[in-house]
């Protein structure tokens, strides 16, 4: 069985299973066709074409060679354990609301038992089996996620000195388990409109939390319907009668012991979710909870005995938890968009069709469409390391300095909420792209595409609607443009700003037209791919900007600034990998065939940018049509000559198939019969219906009527 095989299975019912499978399979004809014998071999040529060092590119997406073999290691370890990874006869992708919420939970308990066990004593190796069970199950990934960084990051991030040592370590052993209570059912991440109030008695030297009306009903909180003992609340603060703004609050949910509800707090599960099933979304109302002062989180903020209240530098500050939110992001595209392109590619391969009996991946539909999606991948793993080593220039390992983080908290934001609209849409879209090249066989749940697309749903709008954040970013970017042509201002950063082409926005706005006509020169120099890039994106901004000066709303200009803030996000990924990747002399640590085809790549993605963002130049008559059509040409032909890398470069991404779980996409190409095994060891899914006697018989064993 393609998703776990029978012969290795932990399960005690997987001998019987397996023996019932084989009876079934001694009725059915299963001999072999030519299709089915061909698959393998396409397989195996299609990984014999890739002109480049497939392992080593793997250690290049893991990053580097010893966490590539800590990674197979830990692969190896967890689809053995059967609290990890589900055991044949059973099928991840059959479980129920409940089955799944368990077994999740199951695995949360064994990670930090692993974490924990003073026996097991390689802790990175600990830390991996994690992380990989992570890219096996979404819903570990995400449930896990809210306690052990959405509930951490708050505390760390907002928290005093003091109230990070209080918590940390029992944050760390889960002997307090955390969520993560923002949303509400009439609010989402627009803050501002938050209904939940912290009313200060002074006379008890505490808060009352509470939920005021039916919209202020905490929502979608994962982890509260079942698990948390804790929370971290933002909420309005009233002190001497009087709102003072937001701050962040640590409310005990349940009983360490029992499990049991604390008095004055209501909770209750939002229900059967379209994915992210084994993630215990919940509903909080708070009915005037006390807590002590001290649990309000007072790094940027302060309150003394008496009421005296100091805020925060700027109020902006108390969202800054949801900056490294949207940048888990790359993690969660890199993860499992990555396995959907692998599917796909894989059946692409391996699939035949047509009036000479090609491979499905021959069709020039299906290449175009693919290839730039895994390109993707690659350059959003690429650029992830410096966006996080700039987030790092503001947390400084939990000190976080008012000045540094205020200073570069704008920049940060418009990156970080533009990179999410960008590879949250495009992702979205990736996923029908693989759902469509899988035809018919991705309407299967038993081969994954449609339980990612279930659990990728969320990623649009957690964390902040797309539309909204997009408009934010263009906002800060129309505003340092302002800053920049009337007063020659741009800020000194500790690091290299997504928004740096600005300082040059007086140049940019001189180009008149591309002086590329042929636009395969690109290819040979990425500058003039970045040229291209700048140019568009300052004038794009400069004419918003005129529009806006001559009457036209921030919502008349709404689709045009979510089109500019996707294309500085496109820019910045290139510009990172051009960087990387296409300097003239090879990059150093960086095997050359492996730093020839992320040369290849970055070269398709500066491409692909301009042909998707071709509109925008073309507006600003920086582009000509012919141009354009050049563009398109080079866009072709490019995805063309990467058509045989592509099961290569799928393979980069390390996945074994009992984490794809999709008999269609196995290693070796054996597709046919490892599906029909699936089919056939599912429950009920040979024999009598059970139903029959009730609704089928009553019809079809009723007496005809006599003819006239």
């Known amino acids: 069985m393609p998703t776990h095989p029978f012969a290795d299975s932990k399960d005690p019912q997987a001998k ?40 080593e590119l793997a250690m290049l997406w893991a990053g580097g060679k010893e966490k590539y073999q800590l990674a197979v290691r830990a692969y190896e370890f967890i689809k053995s354990d059967p609290l990890l990874v ?83 370590d029992d944050i760390s052993s889960c002997r307090v388990y955390g969520c993560f209570a923002m949303t509400e059912l009439g609010h989402s991440s627009a803050l501002r409109d938050i209904e939940t109030t912290a009313t200060y008695d002074q006379a008890t030297d505490e808060f009352i939390i509470d939920s005021p009306t039916i919209t202020s009903t905490k929502w979608w909180i994962g982890g509260s319907g079942q698990t948390s003992t804790h929370t971290v609340v933002i909420s309005q603060t009233i002190l001497h009668g009087k709102s003072v703004g937001l701050n962040w609050f640590i ?40 807590i002590p002062r001290k649990n309000m989180l007072a790094k940027w903020v302060s309150l003394d005995r008496h009421g005296n209240y100091t805020p925060a530098p700027n109020p902006a500050v108390m969202y800054a938890t949801l900056i490294p939110e949207r940048l888990s992001l790359l993690v969660v595209t890199t993860q499992i968009i990555s396995q959907a392109l692998t599917i796909a590619t894989r059946y692409g391969v391996v699939r035949r069709q047509g009036n000479k009996n090609q491979q499905i991946m021959d069709y020039q539909s299906h290449y175009v469409k693919l290839i730039p999606g895994i390109t993707f991948m690659y350059m959003v793993q690429s650029a992830s390391s410096e966006l996080y080593d700039q987030f790092s220039v503001l ?26 609209g960008l590879a949250g849409w495009y992702s979205t879209e990736l996923l029908e792209t693989c759902r469509r090249s899988c035809g018919g066989h ?41 800053q920049q042509l009337e007063s020659n201002e741009y800020p000194e950063l500790l690091f290299e700003s997504s928004s740096i082409y600005i300082k040059d926005s007086q140049a ?37 900007k005129n529009a806006m000066k001559n009457g036209a709303t921030a919502n008349d200009m709404l689709l045009e600034s979510v089109r500019v803030s996707e294309l500085h996000c496109a820019a910045f990924i290139f510009r990172v990998c051009a960087k990387k990747y296409g300097q003239p002399v090879g990059t150093p640590g960086i095997e050359p065939s492996v730093l020839s085809i992320m040369k290849r790549l970055t070269a398709l993605w500066g491409i692909h940018v301009l042909h998707t963002y071709g509109d925008q130049a ?35 991404f390390g ?18 019969e490892p599906y029909f095994d699936v089919l056939l060891s599912a429950p009920r899914s040979v024999g009598p219906t059970p139903y029959h006697e009730k609704y089928i018989k009553p019809l079809t064993n009723r007496e005809a009527p006599a003819k006239r």
């Not at 300095?401 to 990179?419: E, F, R």
């Open 655 to 672: 996945f074994p198939d009992f984490v794809l779980k999709a008999p269609i996409a196995r290693y070796d190409g054996d597709i046919y």
């Open 442 to 482: 991705a309407y299967s749940a038993y081969n994954a595409i449609g339980s990612i697309t279930g659990d990728w749903g969320v990623m649009t709008t957690g964390g902040g609607d797309n539309v909204v954040l997009m408009q934010q970013a263009a906002s800060y970017l129309l505003y340092r443009l302002e």
């Open 508 to 544: 940019y706005l001189k180009n008149t037209v591309w002086p590329t006509t042929d636009a395969a020169d690109c290819l040979k120099d990425f500058s003039i791919i970045q040229e291209a890039m700048y140019t568009v994106l300052v004038k794009r901004l400069y004419s918003i």
């Open 86 to 168: 589900v055991q044949a006869p059973r099928n991840f992708l059959e479980f129920s609301r409940d089955e799944m919420r368990e077994f999740t939970m199951g695995q949360i308990y064994r990670v930090v038992q692993l974490m924990g066990d003073p026996n097991f004593k390689d802790k990175e190796f600990a830390a991996e089996i994690g992380r990989v069970t992570n890219i096996y199950s979404e819903s570990f990934s995400m449930r896990f996620f809210v306690h052990d960084s959405l509930f951490r990051n708050v505390v760390n991030m907002l928290g005093n000195q003091e109230q990070q040592d209080e918590w940390n």
């Open 251 to 290: 409310v005990p949910l349940r009983s360490r012991v029992t499990g049991l509800l604390e008095p004055n707090i209501q909770i209750g599960d939002i229900g059967h979710k379209v994915g992210h099933a084994g993630v215990d979304n919940g509903w909080i109302q708070f009915r005037s909870k006390r």
């Open 16 to 55: 019987m299973a397996f023996a019932r499978l084989q009876q079934l399979k001694d009725q059915l004809n299963l001999s072999s066709s030519p299709i089915s014998r061909q698959a393998p071999k396409d397989m195996a040529a299609e990984r014999a074409a890739a002109d480049f060092n497939i392992e």
């Open 395 to 420: 947390t400084e390992g939990g000190k976080m300095d008012p000045v540094i983080y205020l200073n570069h908290m704008g920049d940060m934001h418009a990156m970080s909420a533009s990179l999410k």
């Open 618 to 652: 073309f507006k600003e008559g920086y582009f000509t049509p012919a141009q354009i059509t050049s563009i398109e040409k080079v866009y072709y032909d490019l995805c063309k000559s990467l058509r045989s890398q592509v099961i290569g470069l799928t393979d980069g």
